[in-house]
């Protein structure tokens, strides 16, 4: 539980008893205020120790990520050498986030140089290897993530082990990037080396077959996900199945099937959508039905399917539309746009 109030006190009691010295009371300190999102607070505290260390280094750090203030974070990374603060692998692995962030490449390239100098056992390491693997892959170099996957998991004996979530951040490495029938070989090389994939996987997987048309291979994997491993289809799978597989595909008819025997059923709106895509007016007017059952004063829902009508010249049903948006005091929000213009 966060209490600010506490904490502060926590804080005057240890500056009153002289313990303020301490790195490791110090330590806790800064770290207390970074969980409570204070991190002016935490960098103030970090300031007046006295002799610092890598724990109370790696807790302010860990505080500027977790509040997303990462341009922050690697500024004081920036410090660490002035300051003769050495890096372990909690710190390189918050710097090679603070990069992916930021899609900072070339010092995410720096970074990766330090692993290589001070990791000695970095094939353990599936933490740092799959910070390697998304900080290359956010920035688009899919490559060089593929290098540092390919080089993942041996071990001294030669032994190979890759765990689950390295495969994950490959497989949504290339989904990011646009190569979904790698992502789809990939998947299935997953599968022959052992690997059981959780329901992360088989979202990217599914929504790599939508992308490519393999509507057949998309359903077969959705239905695996229960039969051979176990696993419970979430709202996300749900809506994978329905919006990126069968609506891109057309199947639209088989969408509505699916939805309806679905315990989850919000994706009338993407049913819709595609009804309006497709121009299947009928199966629109059911979708929009569905949908209003559920969020009666959803706008969107009102606006698609006039957009349905207008395709087809269905001047009038428009005109019931907006009489029925009338009557229940439903407006369309109105469009707007930002640009920041610096000096």
Not at 44 to 63: H, Q, R, W, Y
Not at 219 to 228: A, H, K, T
Request: hydrophobic letters at 40%.
């Amino acid at each position: 539980m966060k209490d600010v109030k506490f904490g502060a006190q926590k804080h005057s009691l240890v500056e009153k008893s002289g313990w303020l010295s301490s790195v490791f009371v110090g330590s806790a300190l800064v770290d207390l205020y970074a969980k409570l999102s204070l991190i002016n607070d935490a960098a103030k505290m970090f300031d007046k120790i006295p002799v610092k260390n890598t724990v109370c280094e790696n807790a302010l750090l860990s505080g500027y990520g977790e509040a997303n203030r990462r341009v922050e974070g690697l500024e004081f990374v920036r410090k660490m050498r002035a300051l003769n603060l050495k890096c372990d692998h909690f710190t390189l692995s918050a710097m090679l986030r603070a990069c992916t962030s930021l899609s900072t490449i070339e010092l995410g390239r720096q970074v990766h140089g330090s692993v290589i100098r001070m990791v000695s056992d970095l094939e353990d390491d599936g933490f740092l290897q799959n910070s390697l693997i998304e900080m290359y892959g956010k920035c688009g170099l899919v490559g060089k993530a593929w290098q540092v996957f390919n080089l993942s998991g041996f071990g001294y004996n030669g032994e190979r082990k890759r765990d689950v979530v390295l495969w994950i951040s490959m497989l949504a490495v290339y989904g990011r990037n646009g190569d979904f029938e790698k992502v789809i070989e990939l998947f299935k090389e997953m599968l022959r080396e052992g690997i059981s994939p959780d329901g992360v996987a088989f979202v990217t997987v599914i929504s790599a077959c939508g992308h490519t048309g393999h509507v057949k291979l998309g359903i077969q994997y959705f239905e695996s996900m229960v039969s051979d491993f176990g696993l419970e289809p979430g709202p996300e799978h749900n809506s994978c199945i329905v919006d990126h597989l069968l609506c891109r595909a057309g199947e639209l008819e088989r969408a509505w099937k699916m939805v309806n025997e679905m315990t989850h059923k919000e994706n009338w709106g993407a049913l819709l959508n595609a009804c309006n895509e497709f121009g299947n007016v009928e199966l629109g007017k059911l979708a929009a039905r569905k949908a209003l059952e559920m969020d009666p004063h959803n706008v969107g829902i009102y606006v698609l399917l006039s957009n349905v009508y207008a395709k087809f010249g269905m001047w009038d049903e428009i005109e019931q539309l907006r009489e029925l948006m009338k009557e229940t005091s439903l407006k369309k929000d109105v469009g707007c746009s930002w640009i920041e213009i610096t000096s």
